[in-house]
């Protein structure tokens, strides 16, 4: 399994650009969250779906959307870049079933630079 | 929404000595307090994990505590290694996922001196 995957590593962006974050599991998890970690700070919920189909906003949607029309992809989309949204970009998977272990696995993150 | 406090935000011990870190939650519903292992530039990465039906547990080096009365859990690294240096973060949430999922603390910054 490759786990959770995330295209691209690297971006530099102009204000007022538009960009799509890619996000992928080969794990069949249900569960699936877009978190941003700015710099020596946590991690902050952007959005999570519980499904395909169902998405939902967590602690700094502002600025963000997300789909999620397949179990194993979970894009976030950017419409209009701001240098607020400078930050690295994680996305992580879970599978939450009865009486089934619970980690979280992070994908490998998004450094994204907004200029 | 659950609140997740973590201190220190830096921890500097010998080589050798013992490393504890410390996380209080708001929450009293959340039941799953993981920790992440985070290199610099790398993803966090799960160590060890508790649930609220458990006291503690240990994996060789690494033990974690849990007083659900007081609402506070703590990590505790024994015999530091140079490798022990990296990012910790706490987490709190509901074992079955829930709304939110899993809230961070801020992060704990460990220094492993030679």
């Known amino acids: 399994n490759a786990g959770v995957t995330q295209t691209p590593k690297f971006r530099i962006l102009k204000i007022g650009q538009s960009m799509t974050l890619q996000c992928a599991q080969d794990m069949n998890h249900n569960y699936m969250y877009w978190y941003r970690q700015d710099p020596g700070m946590g991690l902050k919920l952007i959005y999570y779906?519980?499904?395909?189909?169902?998405?939902d906003k967590g602690e700094v949607p502002n600025g963000y959307n997300v789909s999620r029309s397949t179990t194993e992809d979970f894009p976030l989309r950017l419409e209009l870049a701001a240098p607020s949204q400078t930050s690295v970009y994680f996305c992580?998977?879970?599978?939450?079933?009865?009486?089934?272990?619970?980690?979280?696995?992070f994908g490998p993150g998004t450094r994204l630079t907004v200029l | 929404g659950e609140n997740v406090e973590q201190h220190p935000s830096t921890l500097s011990v010998q080589e050798g000595d013992s490393a504890v870190i410390k996380c209080t939650y708001s929450?009293?519903?959340?039941?799953?307090f993981p920790w992440y292992k985070q290199e610099l530039g790398k993803r966090p990465q799960l160590i060890i994990d508790?649930?609220?039906?458990?006291g503690e547990k240990k994996d060789q080096r690494i033990a974690v505590t849990l007083n659900k009365t007081a609402k506070h859990f703590s990590l505790h690294i024994t015999e530091t290694q140079p490798e022990d240096s990296a990012v910790y973060f706490c987490?709190?949430?509901?074992?079955?996922?829930?709304?939110?999922?899993?809230?961070f603390g801020k992060g704990t910054h460990l220094i492993i001196q030679p």
């Open positions: 987490a709190a949430g509901p074992v079955s996922g829930g709304a939110d999922g899993l809230t």
């Open positions: 992580a998977s879970r599978f939450i079933g009865p009486g089934l272990h619970n980690e979280q696995f």
């Open positions: 929450d009293s519903a959340s039941n799953y």
């Open positions: 508790i649930r609220s039906n458990v």
């Open positions: 779906s519980v499904g395909a189909g169902i998405t």
